[in-house]
């Protein structure tokens, strides 16, 4: 199609906007490609990409978004427990083991 850089979905006059099967360009091969996800049909008519477009989604993939594999995900820091200090009051001297 015009502006696509390739030209495999089938020529239409115009978007589609509806899930209805039809042929705005009888002398050109193909119907109106109305189940391509670079349509204008609602989400429940799109279950395809043409060959083309697929080629051209992973180069440029591959150009602006590849940037190897993954990292490792950070593990997150060890909780440790928290030091609790002993109560102790002012007016009660703390308890010792006999000798």
């Not at 109106?32 to 429940?44: K, S, V």
Request: with cysteine; glycine share 4%; charged share 15%.
């Amino acid at each position: 199609a015009p502006g696509e850089d390739f030209d495999d979905p089938p020529a239409h006059a115009a978007p589609d906007f509806e899930c209805i099967f039809g042929d705005t360009c009888p002398s050109l091969p193909g119907a109106n490609p109305i189940e391509n996800f670079m349509n204008y049909t609602p989400d429940a008519c799109m279950i395809e990409f043409t060959p083309n477009q697929i080629t051209k989604m992973d180069a440029m993939w591959t150009e602006y978004r590849n940037t190897g594999p993954p990292s490792p995900p950070t593990p997150p820091s060890p909780v440790t427990s928290p030091v609790i200090s002993p109560v102790t009051s002012p007016s009660i001297p703390p308890v010792t083991s006999p000798s």
